[in-house]
């Protein structure tokens, strides 16, 4: 597998707004689909948002509305942007997604290494 490599996270008053990002390292891979899923100690974890290569998204009840995923092809990158956050937002945020090697079409499933987001004043 290939990582991805995750930023944005960090700590954030109730109500605030953060941008997760994802993005391939190597300038020759192209992600394909994408999502974001969450993980909170004690807790299953949770698909957050799911894009397809055409960019339409499903998104999970608990952030509709509130989060909206995007994505920048030419920086080989996807993004989360999280509004409103609330407490129980918090988490460690993963982002998952399929990358196609441009060069020969090789295809492969990568993982971010997870970025913490704390939402608390």
């Known amino acids: 597998q290939v990582q991805l490599v995750e930023s944005g996270g960090g700590l954030v008053q109730p109500g605030g707004s953060l941008r997760l990002s994802c993005a391939a390292t190597?300038?020759?891979?192209?992600?394909?689909?994408a999502g974001w899923i969450r993980q909170s100690p004690g807790k299953e974890h949770e698909p957050v948002a799911f894009m397809v290569s055409d960019g339409s998204t499903t998104y999970a009840d608990s952030v509709k509305g509130r989060f909206t995923m995007s994505r920048d092809n030419s920086k080989n990158t996807v993004y989360l942007q999280m509004n409103d956050l609330k407490p129980e937002d918090t988490a460690v945020y993963y982002c998952?997604?399929?990358?196609?090697?441009?060069?020969?079409?090789?295809?492969?499933?990568?993982w971010g290494q997870g970025t913490p987001v704390t939402v608390s004043s």
């Open positions: 998952n997604a399929s990358l196609v090697d441009g060069s020969n079409g090789w295809a492969a499933n990568a």
């Open positions: 190597e300038s020759r891979l192209s992600i394909n689909v």
